[in-house]
């Protein structure tokens, strides 16, 4: 299995409160991926990463900052957590495919349960 | 349009039955391909990468249509260990932002 470490994988907040996960690679693989699940939604892309200090917006960011000082870690910041961001967060990681032109498989961690009340 | 759809089912079979999912995108030029398989509060996980050429491994069969633009997965024998939901996956040509279709719920019984 791929070193790929997700912390917390559970945790309970209340309404307005900063929380910070946490995703951690041991394959210095260069991209990484913060997604959100929900029922009905699939997974959906928050912020990647195609390297060191290197992020950007996926389709559901508002609400959400991201970090990524070091190539084996990648923090995710709710900086006042509302109901609507309860989900199961998934962080993943990836690295170019053999043909160098597109991504290869993603490898991802074992999640993150968010619930804010 | 949705740039990855799949059915959403849930496609209910026996045990042994032959299970086939089809998944579309909508960017042609898309590179990467992949099924993965997503077991109940878990973390998706790689079932097969999709090769031009169609790929087999052991009961299951990925074939990749470029003109019609889909990918398919195809499940012989099911098993009851089979029950999860299997996501397609595509990548674009020089990109790093893969799509992710919502799943394909299977659930074999009995």
């Known amino acids: 299995d791929a070193g790929i470490t997700q912390s917390p994988r559970h945790k309970v907040t209340e309404t307005g409160t900063p929380v910070t996960l946490r995703c951690h690679q041991t394959?210095?693989?260069?991209?990484m991926y913060w997604y959100r699940q929900d029922p009905g939604h699939g997974l959906r892309l928050i912020h990647y990463?195609?390297?060191?200090?290197?992020?950007d917006k996926g389709e559901v960011s508002d609400g959400y900052s991201v970090s990524r000082s070091k190539t084996e870690d990648f923090l995710l910041t709710l900086e006042s957590a509302t109901s609507s961001q309860t989900s199961v967060y998934f962080c993943?990681?990836?690295?170019?495919?053999?043909?160098?032109?597109?991504?290869?498989?993603?490898?991802f961690g074992e999640g993150s349960r968010l619930t804010v009340l | 349009r949705k740039e990855v759809e799949q059915d959403p089912g849930p496609f209910n079979v026996p045990e042994g039955a032959t299970v086939a999912f089809n998944c579309t995108y909508s960017?042609?030029?898309?590179?990467?391909f992949f099924w993965y398989r997503q077991d109940c509060r878990k973390e998706p996980k790689l079932l097969m990468s999709?090769?031009?050429s169609g790929n087999e491994d052991g009961r299951f069969t990925a074939q990749l249509n470029r003109a019609s633009q889909y990918i398919s997965l195809l499940i012989r024998d099911s098993k009851l260990s089979d029950s999860a939901t299997y996501l397609c996956?595509?990548?674009?040509?020089?990109?790093?932002?893969?799509?992710f279709g919502r799943g394909t719920s299977l659930i074999v019984h009995p």
């Open positions: 990463s195609y390297g060191v200090k290197d992020t």
């Open positions: 993943a990681i990836s690295e170019n495919a053999p043909s160098g032109r597109a991504i290869g498989e993603l490898f």
């Open positions: 996956v595509v990548s674009p040509q020089g990109g790093y932002i893969p799509t």
């Open positions: 960017n042609s030029a898309s590179q990467s």
């Open positions: 394959e210095n693989h260069r991209y």
């Open positions: 999709v090769y031009s």
